[in-house]
């Protein structure tokens, strides 16, 4: 009994301790130092939030670069339900789902799609591609939208992320600020 | 693989060996003053701490009132959470109004965390409300790391101290680790998190309106929110594993930037890494703590090199330049099998990846790496304490074939150390393997596999290797949130957490009462390649021998199957 009773004693001060003081005192300063990143790195637009330059959304319209699949449900990239698609290599669904996104991206481009833009990403929420896969979308977007390709290959690239430190991750495409970027064109015409 | 992924591995590796030395000569440190002591406002809530609980941590307690204490404080812990769980809809902090967890997933939950596994059987932002994981399961997140290191430095004071009662004031090696260490650690890697985009905050989920929206979205587009980053960076450095959301560290908001990922895949190894050092640091003899370092890096290498290898080369089934299901692009393929290698080689559990998709012997090797109890670094404490036992088995085991007395560090290893041993070495297998015999000859158990053929046998065998071992990660297609799968497995991780400290503490009582004896030319040098590699050998033979018949019927039935294009 004395046991438990220094026990429970003990374990409500770390979890005070732990569980309030340390999350708190975490927040204030995170909330001070890096105040949009810890509030979700928020993309507002006209005062209208249009998402997270961290967090992906679906593309289906052909003047719009195309995200990977996402097995989040109900619907794709629902982000209060991050979902892997959770298929194993030998599993015929996953070759059979892999083939119908080959023949889509191949009816509007002639180019060969990356391996990540026919896989479905581990979170369902992933917000970029890589610049090949931005790259064999190029065409079918300037196509869509009336604009020379020169000119949206220089968006994408302004939008294409390198390795940071020049090393660390892969070089990557936001999917999201590309979009948006190239629907503020179109409305400054 | 390119020149950037042998970059990325060995910038990991150098950073990874200088921050675990300074941090195992710091822990040391820690570990060897008087309670009460350290820096300076760490000292004061130290102190505190004693002051308002009303107890002594000077006093030195026997194996068993040690024992009875970290059991008293477990047992505390357990009706805590569940009950946090089951009332968080009446309790504040809730603002997306969730439920009460039903009663099987509440207490495969509470020993998952009690029991420092972090196995998930829910999803994290569909089910617990903002106090029930901070007040939960961050809490869990230190306090079961900080018990396993309470464990391990009990067992090294047991080699150290000789004809002594005592291995040390469980209270205050538990305040100690928490405050001196476990603390100011997480603060350092939050801030570093947050700065790459991880989120802290309290709002409610935000609504936003997408570029396109679609019918079936048109009901809630929303963005979860919640005190992340405070989670996050202690689930990876108490070799927790359990995440925030639902995909754990894949999510953009837990995980944002390589950069972050290199922080976080850091933070897993760091302690178990450092405490090899502690070890050596404490026994006066670094040489020592470099052997248990080395004979685990050259198993952990083993199995990255196979992983690698696995996930580089094309599956021949699908005709993909590269295996990116499962995988973020930020981090690609290198990252990713970096993560599932090291979070599995630490009894972390924590993913970046999908590990249902990883490919046959990609998947093999995470498998593997629990499967050998969790000693490659192994859990905060935890893992250190495995090896410990695994170096007195290899002792044991030389001596016979020598004819000598078996000893380790000046200390006799007599039937008692080898029957506690065999204890720890023969339950985790037995709570595999029954386990999973259990499963797929029951209709509860194979109604919940997600991928047919065999490899839906490797997601039970991997579910249960992971429970059985308190690592947490998993083959996520299985539907654990079951009944069936949420008491079977929450027994599994029970058995595996307390089966195993007990008797290490027993050992640690034994060993301190015995003598020291001194080195003399019939001593087997318990440093060096020999002495390394016979551990090595011995890890891998307990090890294999147990699982090979297992991993044949999944993973190597499966990598046959992909080679030869068969269904």
């Known amino acids: ?189 | 693989m390119n020149g950037f992924d042998f970059a990325q591995l060995a910038l990991y590796f150098v950073l990874l060996l200088t921050l675990g030395y300074f941090l195992g000569k710091y822990m040391a440190f820690v570990y060897q003053k008087e309670a009460g002591s350290g820096f300076l406002p760490l000292r004061l809530m130290e102190n505190l701490t004693y002051k308002c609980a009303g107890l002594n941590p000077h006093v030195d307690m026997t194996w068993i009132e040690y024992s009875r204490s970290l059991m008293g404080f477990s047992l505390v812990s357990f009706i805590f959470l569940y009950a946090l769980q089951r009332m968080q809809n009446i309790l504040p902090l809730n603002p997306e109004h969730l439920q009460a967890v039903s009663p099987d997933s509440a207490f495969n939950t509470t020993v998952s965390f009690i029991s420092n596994t972090n196995w998930q059987g829910y999803s994290g932002e569909a089910t617990l409300s903002y106090l029930s994981q901070m007040l939960g399961l961050t809490v869990q997140n230190f306090v079961s790391a900080a018990v396993g290191m309470a464990v391990l430095v009990a067992l090294i004071r047991g080699i150290i101290r000789h004809q002594s009662d005592g291995i040390g004031n469980f209270w205050s090696d538990l305040v100690r680790s928490i405050i001196h260490i476990l603390m100011p650690l997480s603060v350092i890697l939050s801030l570093l998190l947050i700065s790459q985009g991880t989120i802290q905050n309290f709002s409610p989920y935000i609504e936003y309106k997408p570029l396109e929206v679609h019918n079936a979205q048109e009901v809630s587009q929303k963005l979860a929110m919640g005190p992340v980053a405070s989670q996050v960076s202690i689930k990876q450095l108490g070799t927790n594993g359990g995440g925030f959301f639902n995909v754990n560290s894949c999510h953009p908001y837990e995980n944002p930037s390589p950069i972050s990922n290199l922080c976080e895949l850091l933070a897993i190894l760091l302690i178990p890494v450092g405490l090899c050092f502690t070890f050596g640091f404490m026994v006066n003899n670094l040489k020592e703590g470099l052997t248990m370092l080395i004979a685990m890096s050259s198993i952990f290498f083993v199995f990255l090199i196979l992983a690698l290898w696995a996930e580089f080369c094309q599956n021949p089934t699908l005709s993909l330049a590269s295996n990116m299901e499962g995988k973020e692009t930020r981090f690609g393929i290198v990252n990713s099998v970096l993560w599932s290698v090291c979070t599995t080689a630490a009894s972390n559990g924590s993913v970046n990846c999908m590990h249902d998709s990883l490919t046959p012997l990609g998947g093999l090797a995470p498998m593997v790496l629990m499967q050998l109890g969790e000693v490659i670094y192994g859990g905060v404490g935890s893992g250190l304490y495995g090896m410990l036992v695994f170096a007195l088995v290899t002792v044991f085991v030389a001596g016979l074939m020598v004819g000598r007395t078996p000893e380790y560090l000046g200390k006799k290893v007599e039937a008692f150390e080898m029957k506690m041993s065999s204890m720890i070495l023969l339950v985790p297998p037995f709570v595999v393997l029954i386990g999973t015999a259990l499963a797929v000859s029951c209709d509860a158990g194979r109604s919940s596999v997600f991928n047919s053929g065999v490899h839906g046998f490797s997601e039970i065998l991997y579910a249960f290797s992971s429970a059985g071992n308190n690592n947490g990660s998993a083959f996520a297609g299985l539907n654990a949130n079951t009944p069936f799968y949420n008491y079977a497995l929450g027994t599994a991780m029970f058995i595996a957490r307390y089966w195993l400290a007990l008797p290490v503490l027993a050992i640690a009582g034994s060993l301190a009462k015995k003598k020291q004896i001194p080195v003399s030319s019939g001593t087997i040098p318990t440093t060096g390649i020999l002495f390394t590699s016979f551990l090595v050998c011995i890890v891998l033979i307990v090890g294999s021998l147990t699982f090979i018949p297992a991993l044949a019927l999944g993973p190597i039935v499966e990598h046959l199957q992909m080679i030869y294009g068969a269904k």
Request: aromatic fraction near 6%; glycine fraction near 8%.
């Open chain 1, 1 to 189: 009994m004395k046991h438990l009773i220094a026990s429970l004693k003990i374990f409500l001060l770390l979890a005070i301790l732990t569980g309030i003081v340390y999350p708190l005192f975490v927040t204030g300063i995170g909330q001070l130092v890096f105040n949009s990143q810890a509030n979700g790195s928020i993309i507002k637009e006209n005062g209208l939030v249009r998402g997270s330059s961290l967090i992906g959304q679906e593309f289906r319209q052909s003047k719009y670069f195309w995200s990977r699949p996402s097995a989040t449900s109900p619907a794709p990239y629902n982000a209060c339900a991050s979902s892997g698609s959770n298929l194993g290599p030998t599993n015929p669904k996953l070759k059979e789902s892999i083939e119908a996104l080959r023949t889509k991206f191949q009816i509007d481009s002639s180019i060969k799609p990356s391996s990540e833009l026919l896989t479905a990403s581990g979170s369902g929420l992933d917000p970029h591609i890589s610049p090949a896969g931005a790259h064999c979308q190029v065409e079918r977007v300037a196509q869509n939208r009336g604009l020379a390709k020169e000119l949206v290959e220089k968006i994408v690239l302004s939008h294409t992320q390198t390795r940071q430190l020049g090393i660390l991750g892969e070089p990557v495409v936001n999917v999201l600020t590309l979009n948006l970027e190239l629907d503020r064109i179109r409305a400054d015409k």
